[in-house]
Each structure stands twice: as structure tokens, then as C-alpha cells.
């Protein structure tokens, strides 16, 4: 079977490419597919190391370059606290809309290892997807194997991102230290 892998980074997909191949699942292709990524110094170091951990593990790897700052907020911007629908949503179905066009079997995503995920969403969003474009969507929670996932990519010296993608889950992060300089 023929897989085609949303991956959103290289840390989310050391675990998942290594649980699916040992699941028998041997043609597996990573799709980099991130419009959510910000600012750009972030998409080009995220990217840049998925290049070098699959040339590591003989990955295939297909780029679709899009740098989506503007299509992104825009699309946000009325709901910031809900930006997840849209950004799970854009690229789940980008990615089930490639592999039925380019002759893949299936899609599955990196985005269900990572316990700060919304893993509901994601599986709702990507049947969805499945069935509207006719291609299967593989699903596993690979959740399990999120902490041995990082452990393997600090082991393999990769870069390791500090927050989920966008700019707006960066300011999440600092959202403590935020807060203090408003007090």
C-alpha cells in the first residue's frame, strides 16, 4: 500500500514512520505540506531538517513550498481560539487531495503522535477528507510514542521546535511571561 504521510516535522515523525513500517507499511512517502508554520526562519529550519532526517532513513519526501503567512491569518483571524479546525482542515485535506490525484493508496499524518494535538479533530477532519476525495486514511494513535520519538531525534542531534506552528501557538508559550509584563 502506497502512503502518503502529512508530516510537520522531522521530531513528529521519527516514531510514526518507524511504528508504520514495522506495521508492514513499506511504501511511505513524507508530504510537507505547512501553510500554519511561522514566521519563516521557523518553516525553513522545521523543513530543512525533515530534508536531512529522511536522506537519514531513505524517506521519500515531496515538498509542496508554501509559505502561507497570509492565507493562514487570514483565514484565522476571526477566531484565533479556533484555529486548529482551519489549520488541521487545510492541510489534511491538501494532503488527501495529492495523494488521490498522484496515485497513492492512503494518507495517514504526523500531526497524531503529539499529545498536544487535537487528536478528535484530526481523526474527524481526516475521514472527512478521506471520503470526500476516495483515497483511505490510515489511522493509528501513535501517541504512545511521542516521548520515545523525541528522545530519538535529541539522540539524532535534530532540531527541535518549541511550539506547534503557528505564530499564534508561539505566543501561547510565552503566554505566562506575557501576562506578568501586563501586570
Known amino acids: 500500500m502506497k502512503i502518503l504521510l502529512h508530516t510537520c516535522c522531522a521530531p513528529c515523525s521519527i516514531y510514526v514512520v518507524d511504528k508504520l513500517r514495522k506495521d508492514g507499511y513499506e511504501d511511505i512517502t513524507a508530504f510537507w505540506y505547512n501553510i500554519n508554520i511561522h514566521p519563516y526562519t521557523e518553516y525553513k529550519q522545521r523543513l530543512e531538517t525533515l530534508k536531512e532526517y529522511s536522506k537519514m532513513i531513505n524517506l521519500p519526501l515531496i515538498i509542496e513550498h508554501n509559505y502561507g503567512i497570509r492565507e493562514f491569518t487570514k483565514n ?43 487528536h478528535e479533530l484530526i481523526i474527524k477532519i481526516a475521514n472527512e477528507m478521506a471520503e470526500k476525495y476516495g483515497v483511505k486514511f490510515i489511522y493509528q494513535d501513535f501517541r504512545e510514542g511521542f516521548r520515545i520519538g523525541q528522545q530519538m531525534a535529541r539522540e539524532a542531534n535534530l532540531y527541535m521546535q518549541k511550539y506547534c506552528g503557528c505564530i499564534y501557538s508561539e505566543e501561547d508559550r510565552y503566554k505566562k511571561q506575557i501576562e506578568k509584563l501586563n501586570t
Open 76 to 118: 484565522v483571524i476571526d477566531n484565533i481560539d479556533g484555529r486548529c479546525l482551519y489549520c488541521y482542515k487545510s492541510r489534511l485535506e491538501y494532503t488527501a487531495k495529492y495523494a488521490k490525484e498522484h496515485g497513492f493508496d492512503a494518507f495517514s499524518t504526523t500531526l497524531l503522535v503529539s499529545p498536544y494535538q487535537k
